[in-house]
């Protein structure tokens, strides 16, 4: 049943969309949802912004006219997916390996509503791995001082470099990406501001006071959520 929860959800955020507006298109299996009924509604003068080449690509298919993020002044609304909603909206995203152009446009976005399906709503972050996206150049020296920092954190799991069928998982920007399995994150504010100050992180997957509404797909229909 989350396929049809993430349609609903999809479904209902792309009705927050009205015409003339720059939105945000997000990345992943949800924001394909929204991205598939946006363009149904056919809507006039839309100008969006997408989070991926995957998303890009979709949106083109569709008809949807595309701008790059440096090409408009702000964003009106952004819809994105998400691994994990917690309390107060705290989310983790980054499993479509698109987490630092997503984070750019978040944060360049008037409004930022995510989407998903029941089971992505936690009461803890942490049980999906966190993503921590880091510049390939020396990423393993990078990852031993990632897992420094964890340990100060009390999270001892190791964080493992993302590998697909293909080998190493790159990003559109050509960066690597360590999952880190915290179990729980007690304090993602200071975790968040502790892995910034590592260098060669480029990002990482905590997205905290940024969404201002998450849509949840549900048997039967949607509920919202404000943080």
Same mark, same amino acid.
């Given at each position: ?51 991926s080449e995957k998303t890009a690509d979709l949106a083109r298919e569709l008809g949807l006219p595309l701008a790059a993020l440096d090409d408009v002044s702000r964003i ?12 107060? +909206?705290? !989310? =983790?995203? $980054?499993?479509?390996?698109?987490? %630092?152009?997503?984070? &750019?446009?978040? *944060? /360049? ?20 791995p966190l993503p921590i996206e880091v510049v390939a150049f020396g990423h393993r020296s990078t990852a031993n001082r990632i897992m420094d920092v964890l340990a100060d ?41 502790? +892995?910034? !100050? =590592?260098? $060669?992180?480029?990002?990482?997957? %905590?997205?905290?006071? &940024?969404?201002? *509404? /998450? ?13």
């Open positions: 049943m989350s396929d049809l929860q993430k349609q609903l959800a999809g479904e209902a955020a792309a009705l927050r969309v009205e015409p003339g507006m720059v939105v945000g298109l997000g990345t992943g299996s949800t924001a394909a949802w929204f991205v598939k009924a946006l363009a149904a509604r056919g809507l006039s003068d839309l100008r969006c912004v997408p989070t009106d609304l952004t819809v994105d997916g998400a691994d994990e909603v917690g309390p107060g +909206l705290a !989310l =983790i995203k $980054g499993g479509g390996a698109a987490l %630092l152009r997503e984070k &750019l446009v978040w *944060e /360049a976005s008037n409004r930022c509503i995510v989407i998903a399906d029941a089971a992505k709503v936690v009461p803890v972050l942490g049980a999906f954190h009390d999270i001892q799991m190791p964080a493992r470099l993302r590998q697909a069928d293909r080998g190493v998982v790159r990003t559109d920007g050509g960066n690597v990406i360590y999952d880190a399995k915290c179990q729980a994150i007690h304090d993602p504010v200071r975790l968040a501001d502790d +892995l910034k !100050l =590592i260098t $060669g992180v480029v990002e990482h997957g %905590l997205f905290l006071d &940024l969404a201002d *509404e /998450a849509i949840i797909g549900e048997d039967g229909g949607v509920r919202t959520l404000l943080p």
